[in-house]
């Protein structure tokens, strides 16, 4: 009696490799990434500057505050929500640049939107009372 056993394909060959341009391509996009990650934090540091108009303890400097706190935890967002995407995407081996490149291009959009409401709290201190 004679037993043949058929060839299972290794785990190893079956698995698809991510492409070498496309490793490369992430890397700089993350790297670039956690540069303009540091400049627009440093960046954010003089939204502080926007509360110069306000008056000591009114809602002015809270309003910045707001702005600040939105700009560095909407950059810490971006940051840990595409380099889990990018980890996700080396794991179920599919594409590893596009996520790199949308948390590049998404890094800024927290940071305009906290400039904005110091800049709007600021215009706010800056109106003076209406007279009747």
Do not use: K
């Not at 080396?90 to 110091?118: E, H």
């Amino acid at each position: 009696m004679t037993t043949t056993c058929a060839l299972e394909p290794s785990s190893q060959t079956s698995r698809r490799r991510i492409p070498v341009w496309d490793r490369v391509i992430t890397g700089v996009c993350l790297v670039l990434a956690f540069v303009t990650a540091i400049w627009l934090t440093m960046l954010t540091g003089m939204l502080a500057m926007a509360g110069d108009p306000c008056a000591p303890d009114s809602p002015c400097t809270d309003q910045v505050g707001h702005g600040i706190t939105v700009s560095l935890l909407g950059m810490l967002a971006v940051l840990v929500i595409g380099l889990g995407c990018v980890i996700i995407a080396a794991i179920t081996r599919t594409r590893l640049f596009i996520w790199a490149l949308a948390t590049l291009l998404l890094l800024p959009v927290p940071v305009v939107i906290g400039s904005n409401i110091a800049d709007h709290a600021s215009q706010l201190s800056t109106v003076g009372p209406s007279h009747p």
